[in-house]
């Protein structure tokens, strides 16, 4: 029999970047040595294929609620390597554990260009595809070739393309029909060798003009990304929070006009298909949200988006926030904000 060490009554106060003191009734940490068999003696074992499964990386994009009536499988599996190469691209795989901005900063160390743009995002590889994370004018998708999973459903291995994981604005197939049965082991991006700069966002662009770099190379635009991000973003590590806890809601080309009519100043950027793209932060700010509290949960002062754990907030009470904005959100503008963050 293949070994499990499963841990009870887990704290996952430390695993979480709201730093929510929940439990989970067991927690189990997978190595990339022995993911496979370890996922496939869970699977094999009946008390443990039975519970619920929380598949956890950096813990950067969850809210919990409560205390978690199940199996935590925590990946915490390192290893990056160079795979292969062709004409166009550099082939990077990393294992599911590794911490991103770690992996990136990797590859820009091997004088690799492609996810500069992505520098300093807090979480796991493994997680990076999940919500097809995205930062200053690239996503994980634009960089993507393959991933394998583990399928619960059928205790095998199968790798999936681009296409399969049918990427999308902070969404992809993992949060629909393989969102209970797939675990990411190892993500394999294609590095472009023609690399180009990736400038395009006016605060990127800024931070490169203050610097008098007109020709900017991966590092520079690292950065820089690093800099602002720095500047406008609070650190988990001294106040608890999970980036930007709303996702920017898309309307339609005549929902916007309407909203126009009546907030002169709405910013919304228009997207390729005609719809557009509104900043929550500007709707969550416009409703006076912006460094209010409820409870020990509040609104971060220096950007509307970001929710944050003033001390000792139950996952609840974060909610609680959450639910107020998004009413008076509606109320005031009659649009739906969907929260990034998975609730657990
Ligand atoms: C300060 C801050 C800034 C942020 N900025 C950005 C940003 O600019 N852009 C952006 O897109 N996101 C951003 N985020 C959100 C977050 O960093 C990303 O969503 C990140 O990919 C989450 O990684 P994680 O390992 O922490 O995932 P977790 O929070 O551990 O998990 C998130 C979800 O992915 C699932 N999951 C995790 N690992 C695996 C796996 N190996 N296999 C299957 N499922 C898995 C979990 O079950 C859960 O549903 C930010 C967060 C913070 C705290």
Not at 210 to 227: F, H, L, T, Y
């Amino acid at each position: 029999m293949f070994p499990i060490p499963v841990q009870r009554d887990f704290s996952l106060r430390a695993l979480n970047t709201f730093g929510i003191d929940a439990r989970a009734q067991a927690y189990l940490a997978i190595d990339a040595m022995d993911a496979v068999d370890t996922l496939r003696a869970v699977r094999a074992n009946a008390e443990l294929s039975a519970l619920p499964r929380l598949v956890l990386g950096g813990g950067s994009n969850l809210l919990l609620t409560r205390d978690f009536p199940g199996l935590v499988l925590h990946m915490c599996g390192r290893g990056i390597a160079v795979v292969g190469q062709d004409s166009e691209f550099t082939y990077v795989r990393a294992a599911a554990g590794e911490n991103w901005h770690g992996f990136v900063q990797w590859t820009l160390a091997q004088g690799l260009g492609g996810l500069e743009n992505l520098s300093l995002i807090p979480g796991s590889v493994g997680a990076a595809p999940i919500q097809n994370i995205g930062a200053y004018g690239v996503e994980v998708k634009d960089r993507f070739h393959a991933l394998s999973a583990f399928d619960f459903s059928t205790g095998e291995v199968t790798v999936l393309d681009g296409p399969a994981c049918r990427f999308g604005y902070r969404d992809s197939v993992f949060k629909h029909e393989l969102r209970d049965s797939a675990v990411v082991l190892d993500v394999t991006f294609a590095l472009p060798r023609k690399w180009q700069a990736n400038a395009s966002y006016a605060d990127v662009a800024q931070a490169l003009a203050d610097k008098q770099i007109s020709e900017p190379g991966a590092r520079d635009i690292a950065d820089a990304v690093i800099a602002i991000r720095t500047r406008k973003l609070p650190d988990p590590a001294r106040i608890g929070n999970a980036g930007s806890f709303f996702k920017n809601p898309i309307v339609s080309a005549q929902q916007r006009e309407a909203l126009v009519q009546q907030h002169a100043n709405l910013v919304s950027y228009r997207q390729d298909d005609g719809s557009y793209k509104l900043a929550a932060g500007w709707l969550i700010d416009q409703c006076g949200w912006k460094g209010k509290s409820l409870g020990a949960a509040g609104v971060y002062e220096k950007q509307a988006l970001v929710l944050v754990n003033r001390g000792g907030a139950s996952g609840a009470e974060v909610a609680a926030l959450a639910r107020a904005i998004q009413a008076d959100v509606q109320a005031r503008f009659g649009v739906v904000l969907e929260p990034e963050p998975v609730f657990i």
